[in-house]
């Protein structure tokens, strides 16, 4: 079985190419295994993740009755309109070139709305997570991406960044390994409940989430899911904070999201509201590598909330 973009894979600690051989990824002095099939790209001086903990453990297995329950009972997450924005981003790739090479950061499992990018059969897709997923091509941590400078035409980061230890470095990697001019469509949440447990840092504004991008060009900002399902999450969680018992927690948890599911349909005419960036669910940004910095000042005029007053200088009776 080939291994997944092998020219452009390059050792996470010293940069340098990487050779198979022997059933393992090395570099002058550093060897990496390849677990059924999958290389695991992790370097113990870097990661909190390594190479003998990815080969130990598996993701949890979900029983048939649960996934079933799962299919059958609604979920929080809101459906919106990532898809569109995908189908963007595709159509943005598609200009660089033929078949386009996107890699996918935490991208083990289908995320909401990837089904655009995996039916689009002219893009070669790299795919990685920090476990071996159903569709994880290649282990790795998103501090150190494991590819060569501006060898990549795309890349996404959906729901990811709130679970990094160092966002800005790895938003920096993600610079780096995108050719000039290549894109990037990112999604990360902002009003919204911890969800990786010990694995869930940080949250953003979109202003926030714009500064967090600051090397990128934008072509596209915004609220990818509004304050509705912001309540929603809300109204669930304070429902786990119920029950003592996680099965009890669990079941109040979707019972919330049955009697209140009404609220996420509002969220398509709410989320083109300017007041539904200051209590968003989550945010999204599309752009383009650029080489120079966003001035922070332009960051700051391109709010489009409702909250505060217009910065005004202070005058000498205000100091007296």
């Known amino acids: 079985m080939p291994i997944p973009a092998a020219d452009i894979l390059r050792c996470p600690l010293t940069g340098e190419p990487l050779f198979e051989r022997n059933g393992a990824l090395e570099s002058s002095t550093e060897r990496y295994p390849i677990l059924e099939g999958v290389p695991i790209l992790l370097n113990d001086q870097q990661s909190i993740f390594s ?3 990815v ?41 660089r070139g033929d078949r386009p090479r996107v890699l996918i950061v935490g991208g083990g499992r289908l995320g909401q709305g990837t089904e655009e990018l995996i039916r689009a059969s ?7 997570d920090v476990y071996v997923g159903p569709r994880t091509m290649i282990v790795c941590d998103g501090h150190h991406l494991p590819f060569a400078d501006g060898s990549l035409d795309g890349v996404v980061i959906q729901a990811v960044l709130e679970h990094v230890l160092d966002p800005p ?17 990112a999604e990360t949440p902002f009003m919204q409940q911890v969800h990786e447990g010990a694995y869930d840092f940080t949250r953003w504004t979109e202003s926030g989430h714009r500064r967090l991008f600051h090397m990128f060009e934008a072509i596209d900002t915004g609220v990818s899911s509004g304050p509705a399902v912001a309540l929603l999450w809300s109204l669930c969680y304070f429902a786990r904070s119920l029950a003592r018992r996680r099965t009890a ?60 007053l217009p910065v005004r200088p202070a005058r000498e009776s205000d100091l007296s």
């Open 51 to 53: 190479a003998a903990e």
């Open 55 to 95: 080969g130990l453990s598996r993701p949890a297995r979900v029983s048939p009755s649960r996934r079933l329950v799962r299919r059958l009972l609604p979920s929080r997450t809101p459906e919106g309109d990532t898809a569109v924005r995908f189908a963007r981003f595709i159509d943005q790739l598609r200009l």
């Open 122 to 128: 002219d893009l070669e897709l790299i795919e990685t």
């Open 169 to 185: 470095a790895v938003v920096r990697e993600v610079h780096r390994v995108l050719k000039p001019g290549g894109l990037v469509y």
């Open 249 to 308: 927690q669990l079941v109040l948890e979707k019972l919330t999201v049955i009697a209140f599911l009404w609220l996420k349909p509002l969220d398509a005419a709410l989320v083109k509201r300017p007041a539904a960036t200051d209590g968003a669910c989550g945010v999204y940004f599309l752009g383009r590598r650029a080489e120079t910095a966003i001035d922070d000042r332009n960051v700051i005029s391109a709010y489009r909330g409702t909250i505060g």
